[in-house]
């Protein structure tokens, strides 16, 4: 009995450990110059990823699996599937939007925009800079983004639209492919509306 008592212990311990998270180390920058790690991503222009993604306004939601093709410049091409099915298309070229569906503006806004900014987040030029122990504050006329000051990976970014409304972009979850870092979590939030990434695979430069 006791040998068998030692053996299921022995095995769910096994099993624990087999299923535990694994600990991502994150990158740590301290010394360097924030510059060199923004100028070192200069060369990415195209980002090429798939995600898990939840539309959610007031007390509903809808979620998703997208696939989304985006340039430095802004064009872009997102097709959002619901159960296998395509449920949106976007295609955004020169600032010329089109789409499958008929959507408002804030949904719109966040889509092109937003996921712009939100993953070309160090493409920011004419910014002033206030440095605090914990964070590194970029600010120009159009946005604003806290960087960690150990990883120097975006927490947060606020883009200040023409019309005076903001645009709130949250970060979380940073991980790595071929040495670049990356936050896998985003938080995109507009007046009601709010999407929410979870990035499964991307490529920078390459296509998956």
Avoid: H
Avoid at 44 to 53: D, E, P, Q
Avoid at 54 to 68: Q, R
Avoid at 85 to 104: Q, Y
């Amino acid at each position: 009995m006791k040998t068998v008592l030692k053996l299921s212990l022995l095995s769910i311990t096994i099993i624990l450990i087999s299923c535990a998270v694994q600990r991502v180390e994150v990158p740590v920058f301290e010394g360097i110059d924030f510059k060199e790690v923004l100028n070192s991503k200069k060369d990415i222009s195209v980002i090429n990823t798939i995600f898990s993604i939840t539309f959610a306004k007031d007390d509903t939601e809808m979620k998703g699996e997208g696939v989304l093709n985006i340039s430095r410049n802004g064009n872009l091409n997102l097709r959002v599937y619901s159960l296998g099915f395509l449920a949106l298309e976007i295609l955004s070229e020169n600032g010329f939007i089109k789409s499958n569906l008929r959507i408002d503006k804030n949904k719109s806004r966040i889509l092109t925009e937003g996921l712009r900014d939100c993953f070309f987040w160090w493409d920011i030029d004419d910014y002033t800079v206030n440095e605090g122990e914990d964070m590194v504050f970029l600010k120009n006329l159009t946005r604003e983004i806290w960087l960690d000051r150990k990883t120097m990976l975006p927490v947060k970014q606020v883009i200040l639209l023409e019309d005076g409304r903001e645009l709130i972009i949250n970060y979380a979850d940073n991980e790595k492919l071929d040495g670049v870092w990356y936050p896998s979590c985003m938080r995109i939030e507009l007046l009601k509306y709010s999407v929410r990434l979870k990035v499964k695979d991307i490529s920078f430069n390459g296509s998956i």
